[in-house]
């Protein structure tokens, strides 16, 4: 592939990055002394009795019996992490895998690094470092090892946690050689040697999930599950309404049932601002703090909230629509002149529903106030550092005041990026010092008091040349903001593909105001901007006589790498191409089809989708039948992506993106949207915010790997946004119809 | 008021509120945790136990229900043959992401199968539609049960 041979203007901006990140990393680790500190922590314990484990790095034990304890730092959410960092460790430290053991750190990023699950990072974040710290320690081993024999480090070789010296025909375990080893100066990360991609053994190598043999037989893992002595329970009543105060409460009748303890005012605080009053119920068990529930009596100051509504915003854009927009986000030449003289013109209004994450595990953190002023987090979270500034600016502590640990996690999506539940649980602890304190969501709480995926509104116009080409094209994009700025995760990305690629183009948005807070789900923006632009591109394709796959090759031009709004991070049209051919290929495209005939009524129908994100390339062919005139089922999903030189474990991979592509076909044709009424969400439970079930799941998900010479990168996202395009698209060839909004409902 | 069950083969006596769910005994009363709250509704199946063999959601089985009644949870579910093989299958396949599903699955699998040995693709999509995996483990979970059925897949 020729893009393998250009890499080198990429790889520049890409290792520009890396090179970043790993000065931080250096900074947090050799120089701000994670391994240093470390070592010396390793010392002190080597003055202690001998057969005791040994720490070399912040993320390595050496165990007497020579097994391996591996930190895995970053939370996890079912993304497989807690197996793929410790994978990158234990290659550089070359041990087998079966010597290792994994333990879930603490929140700790001084001495960890970074710690967080979100825009599938952890691969491109910890790529280098992670094998670095393997590689480090493996160093000082062996530097142990050529001390003792007396002859060069470099005469030696390590494998399966051994050091060998063959010339000497000696070899020694690492357990035997840890204490030593600790006191060796930690080697420059920068420069450490690093394994050749071809002497992988565990790298690339298909392996469980580290906590399935727990899971399946209900080991406490989750933060639910936390279970203290003395523990208490606490169930929340809140503002219906984003945004409202507590005017008046009366408790009286809710103090009086035994077994409850206290009754706490809280607000979730900083994100946003003020956001949002409520009472805790607090009890010594949770079944009965939230029956206790029905007797509290809370007067809301909520009244200027009502005005927000779904069926408002739904007015308010199709008003904007019509109208200029507020902000250009992307001009280049002249648009409207260019589309007044196109040979075609086509139009068409795009639209997607807010949506809620409704992580299976609902919010909740365990929390313990002591004494002095200290306090304990147990919190399935995605985000432990925002959690521990938020708490401590709502608390008015000390960051350093808190210890985070983190729990195994039902579910994240983006949901437990946010903090809302670390900071409520410390408040509520707060109110009960001394005392561990579970705060638990139920269903309609977490549903109600979400940050949810914003709606959005596009009104698309594109011009082509007499020849079929796309000269011309506009977007008017209707999110929400304040101030002139789209909130959370209401943003569009000013590179938006076509536009840096077409002569005129235009993206303008308008912004109106809601009183919902927003937040990332699961490739955030992606999930909406690839169902609109891929679906209105299909659209200009049809309009052109060709399909969309032959559109975006001409629309992506020769193999290059276009700016993108992020700094260094480029959009490579080569890779882009790799991927659309690859699918085509395995799905054998053959491009534009009308409806094929299925069984009784039902009429069959292909459609294809492409999208990049989070470094991802993902071009995607969905097969779909729609019977009875309405009902959609998807039959089989082909997809084909670049996330680099190398998977890094085969098996989550595939999990990954199967789990990514049935969570498409979810948001395309299962979510209903989250409705709004007076300024309070109404959806109660899986009832009226339905998830997808068994029985919608295509019957296979084929995934053909594009390997391509670039650092490898995250599989959490890029694989979802194009299967929501793909199967619009799809519905297109089998019925003739096009939907433009989401979800996708024939009627 | 003090009610009698077996729980996981053990007599077990608990003091609790009659229309306290089964779920929350299970939880709170009894320290096994393996069973997950995900809506409280009978909605989601990730409180799936057995009760005298057959599945039912402990969310809403008020505990006066289960008096006097066998219960199976998923700490003791490999203890049945059927659900040995369904553990096993879900291991080999590396079934679960987040998990939080995955207990309340493994139970409705188990019953699927005691029921209905060989099924067919179609048994196990109406057999298992009350459980929501929101990390869409679907295709594993179909393989699974093939798996531990010994039909192929
Ligand atoms: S918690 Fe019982 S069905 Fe969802
Ligand atoms: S594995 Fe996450 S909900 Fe099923």
Same mark, same amino acid.
């Given at each position: ?180 080893? @600790? ?13 050749? *991609? ?17 899971? =399946? ?85 909520? *009244? ?15 008003? @904007? ?139 698309? !116009? ?9 000269? *011309? ?5 209707? !999110? ?153 089922? =998807? ?65 296979? =998900? ?46 | ?85 369904? =553990? ?66």
């Amino acid at each position: 592939m020729s893009i393998v041979k250009d890499r080198e203007a990429a790889g520049a901006a890409l290792s520009r990055r890396s090179l970043n990140r790993r000065s931080f990393l250096a900074a947090s680790l050799a120089g701000g002394a994670v391994l240093t500190f470390d070592a010396r922590i390793a010392l002190a314990q080597a003055t202690g009795a001998a057969g005791e484990p040994v720490l070399l790095t912040a993320f390595i034990r050496i165990n007497a019996d020579n097994s391996v304890t591996i930190g895995a730092k970053n939370p996890e959410i079912g993304q497989g992490v807690k197996t793929m960092l410790p994978m990158l460790i234990a290659e550089e430290l070359d041990v087998a895998w079966n010597q290792v053991r994994i333990e879930q750190t603490d929140a700790d990023d001084k001495r960890y690094g970074l710690q967080v699950a979100g825009g599938s990072t952890a691969t491109p974040n910890n790529w280098l470092p992670m094998r670095q710290a393997g590689a480090a320690a493996r160093a000082m081993l062996v530097a142990a090892a050529a001390k003792q024999w007396g002859v060069a480090p470099a005469s030696l070789s390590t494998e399966a946690g051994k050091v060998i010296d063959k010339a000497g025909g000696r070899s020694m375990p690492y357990a035997a050689l840890a204490r030593e080893a @600790a006191g060796m100066p930690v080697p420059d990360l920068a420069t450490v040697p690093l394994k050749p *991609a071809d002497a992988f053994h565990i790298i690339g190598q298909p392996m469980q999930g580290v906590d399935t043999p727990k899971i =399946v037989k209900g080991t406490p893992l989750f933060g639910i599950d936390t279970h203290l002595p003395g523990m208490l329970h606490a169930a929340l009543v809140k503002c219906p309404a984003f945004g409202g105060t507590i005017a008046r409460i009366d408790d009286a009748a809710v103090r009086g049932i035994p077994g409850v303890v206290a009754v706490v005012p809280v607000n979730s605080g900083l994100v946003p601002p003020g956001q949002q009053d409520a009472v805790a119920i607090v009890a010594d068990s949770w079944w009965k703090a939230s029956k206790a529930r029905e007797k509290l009596v809370v007067a809301w100051d909520d *009244a200027a909230q009502k005005q927000f509504s779904t069926a408002g915003y739904a007015k308010q854009a199709a008003d @904007a629509l019509g109208a200029a927009p507020q902000a250009d986000l992307f001009k280049a030449g002249d648009a409207d002149k260019a589309l007044a003289g196109a040979t075609k013109t086509v139009t068409a209004d795009y639209s997607y529903p807010f949506l809620a994450h409704a992580t299976l595990e609902p919010q909740n953190c365990t929390a313990l106030w002591t004494a002095d002023g200290k306090l304990e987090l147990w919190a399935p979270t995605q985000n432990p550092g925002a959690g521990r500034k938020e708490v401590a600016a709502m608390l008015g502590i000390a960051p350093e005041a808190m210890t985070i640990h983190m729990t195994r996690i039902g579910g994240g999506f983006g949901r437990r990026l946010m903090s809302d539940y670390m900071v409520l649980a410390a408040q509520v602890a707060k109110g009960v010092p001394g005392r561990p304190v579970k705060l638990l969501w139920d269903r309609t709480d977490d549903l109600r008091h979400d940050y949810y995926r914003p709606a959005g509104w596009h009104r698309f !116009t594109a011009g082509l040349d007499a020849k079929g080409a796309l000269i *011309a094209f506009k977007d008017h994009f209707i !999110t929400f903001g304040a101030d002139g700025k789209p909130i959370r995760a209401a943003e569009m990305s000013s590179t938006e593909f076509p536009a840096p690629v077409v002569p005129d183009a235009h993206l303008g948005a308008t912004y109106l105001k809601t009183n919902l807070p927003t937040g990332w789900l699961r490739a955030p923006t992606s999930n909406a901007m690839a169902f609109v632009y891929q679906g209105f591109l299909d659209e200009v394709a049809e309009a052109a006589g060709i399909d969309l796959p032959e559109l975006m090759r001409r629309t992506l031009g020769e193999p290059r790498e276009l700016p993108t709004e992020r700094k260094g991070l480029v959009f490579h049209t080569g890779r882009a191409r790799s991927v659309i051919d690859a699918v085509c290929k395995a799905a054998n495209w053959t491009g534009r089809t009308g409806p094929a005939k299925g069984a009784g009524d039902a009429v069959k129908g292909r459609g294809f989708g492409f999208y990049f994100s989070h470094r991802g390339y993902f071009a995607e062919v969905v097969d779909v039948t729609v019977s009875g005139g309405t009902s959609v089922k =998807v039959d089989k999903i082909w997809m084909a992506g670049d996330i680099g030189s190398q998977v890094i474990n085969p098996l989550n991979a595939e999990h990954q993106s199967q789990g990514a592509a049935i969570d498409g076909i979810a948001q395309a044709l299962v979510w209903q949207p989250v409705v709004q009424e007076a300024g309070a969400v109404t959806a109660d439970n899986f009832g009226d915010f339905p998830l997808l079930r068994i029985d919608a799941v295509p019957r296979d =998900v084929a995934i053909t790997w594009v390997k391509s010479d670039f650092p490898p990168t995250g599989l959490g996202e890029p694989a979802l946004p194009p299967v929501i395009p793909a199967i619009a698209n799809a519905i297109r060839a089998a019925t003739g119809k096009r939907l433009r909004s989401l979800p996708l409902q024939l009627t | 008021m003090a009610i009698s069950l077996t729980v996981n083969r053990k007599k077990r006596v608990v003091d609790a509120d009659a229309d306290k769910p089964l779920l929350w005994v299970l939880r709170e009363d009894l320290n096994l945790p393996g069973t997950k709250f995900g809506c409280g509704a009978g909605l989601c199946g990730a409180c799936t136990v057995l009760l005298d063999g057959n599945a039912v959601r402990s969310c809403q089985t008020p505990i006066a229900d289960a008096a006097g009644k066998q219960i199976t949870t998923i700490e003791d579910v490999a203890s049945l043959p059927v659900g040995k093989k369904v =553990v096993d299958a879900w291991v080999d396949l590396d079934v679960p992401q987040c998990g939080y599903c995955q207990a309340g699955q493994i139970m409705s699998a188990t019953a699927l199968l005691t029921q209905t040995p060989r099924p067919t693709a179609e048994d196990i999509e109406g057999g298992m539609s009350g459980n929501i995996c929101r990390c869409a483990t679907y295709l594993r979970i179909q393989k699974a049960i093939r798996k531990a059925a010994g039909v192929a897949a």
